[in-house]
């Protein structure tokens, strides 16, 4: 079982709709980030978080740190919002990040 | 944000050679640089972590003579593919930070083909 899991693998979705991506974990975390893995590999960092919610745009990311729960949203989604989403999480015991699997992210014109 | 760069963006080379990635952190002093590796399909793999003006920590798997990491200055960190096989292909990415619990700031990656 990994250490960090994402759901769902796959995702397609029609231009203007909401998209939640899951992430869940089963360390303990001092933060969480969650990145953004464009078609020619270029990683953008979306988001660091370790408690509540931040909004930046349409992309909004909250987490859950009891239940060890993490949700990425984008609202009224775009063809160019397709990529993949990657969840990472630094571990307590150092700065040494753990990748979930990623989303692939298609939404459809 | 911090702004990285990685040179080349590809390269394509034969098996035996050796092959240097730099990355460079263009507005910011990164105490920290990690390099990571990603197979196709599959999520980054953490191949080491370097402290400026230290020697890198290597990752379990990772051969240190075969990846060798330099990090002389807060700007510049590299890689070097030693004897590059073609099962060495691969994408590879650097990050940096400024600390050891500071956020990561992520470089385009460089995208390797050993023939």
């Known amino acids: 079982k990994n250490e960090v899991e994402q759901s769902p693998q796959n995702l397609t979705a029609q231009e203007g709709e909401f998209i939640t991506i899951n992430c869940s974990y089963s360390?303990?975390?001092?933060?969480l980030h969650w990145l953004q893995q464009h078609p020619g590999g270029g990683i953008v960092s979306l988001f660091m978080?370790?408690?509540g919610k931040k909004k930046h745009g349409r992309l909004i990311a909250t987490i859950n740190i009891q239940e060890k729960h993490s949700s990425l949203h984008i609202t009224a989604s775009h063809p160019r919002d397709s990529a993949v989403y990657i969840c990472a999480v630094e571990e307590t015991s150092g700065s040494r990040l753990t990748f979930g699997e990623g989303t692939q992210l298609t939404v459809n014109p | 944000g911090a702004v990285v760069s990685q040179h080349p963006s590809r390269v394509i080379c034969k098996s035996g050679t050796s092959v240097k990635i730099e990355c460079r952190s263009l507005?910011?002093?990164?105490?920290?640089m990690f390099w990571y590796r990603q197979f196709p399909k599959q999520s980054l793999m953490l191949m080491a972590t370097?402290?400026?003006?230290?020697?890198?920590?290597?990752e379990q798997g990772v051969e240190k003579d075969k990846f060798l990491i330099n990090h002389a200055s807060l700007t510049l960190s590299t890689l070097t593919v030693t004897s590059a096989h073609p099962e060495d292909s691969s994408f590879y990415i650097c990050s940096v930070s400024g600390d050891s619990t500071d956020t990561q700031y992520f470089g385009p990656g460089t995208r390797l083909t050993v023939l």
């Open positions: 978080l370790s408690s």
């Open positions: 507005d910011f002093q990164a105490t920290t």
């Open positions: 370097s402290n400026e003006g230290s020697k890198a920590t290597y």
């Open positions: 360390v303990g975390i001092s933060a």
